[in-house]
């Protein structure tokens, strides 16, 4: 069974960074992944995400401020996060698929069948 695992969350300050990644049990070549978010309260959303072509898409919320890139022979997928507002706040999961995610599509969670657990980002202002 494939499994996700994130790491690299914390407590940062209003206008800091922080670097999320990923790690897959499986090499990755093949897999289009993505980074969603959740806040208390809220819907799971759509951050970022990237198919096996290394066409990219991101939320309108967090254009030009999160870059996301995978290494596959280390298996990792990233989410630099820069800039980071309060509104940021919210426990980050990785997903993947296997196979293609039509760009269209890179931002439905429906798409994805395998996730991890999640890593929680706090921004104080």
């Known amino acids: 069974q494939v499994q996700l695992r994130e790491s690299g969350g914390g407590s940062v300050q209003a206008g800091g960074s922080l670097r999320l990644s990923c790690v897959v049990s499986t090499y990755t070549n093949f897999y289009s992944m993505s980074w969603f978010r959740q806040a208390p309260g809220k819907e799971r959303e759509a951050v970022a995400a990237m198919n096996i072509e290394y066409i990219t898409k991101y939320a309108d919320s967090v254009k030009g401020r999160f870059t996301i890139s995978r290494d596959n022979a280390k298996k990792t997928l990233y989410l630099q996060m820069d800039s980071l507002k309060p509104e940021d706040t919210a426990m980050y999961y990785c997903?993947?698929?296997?196979?293609?995610?039509?760009?269209?599509?890179?931002?439905?969670?429906?798409?994805?069948?395998?996730w991890g657990q999640g890593t929680q980002v706090t921004v104080s202002s």
């Open positions: 997903a993947a698929v296997s196979g293609r995610v039509r760009p269209e599509r890179l931002l439905f969670r429906s798409d994805y069948n395998l």
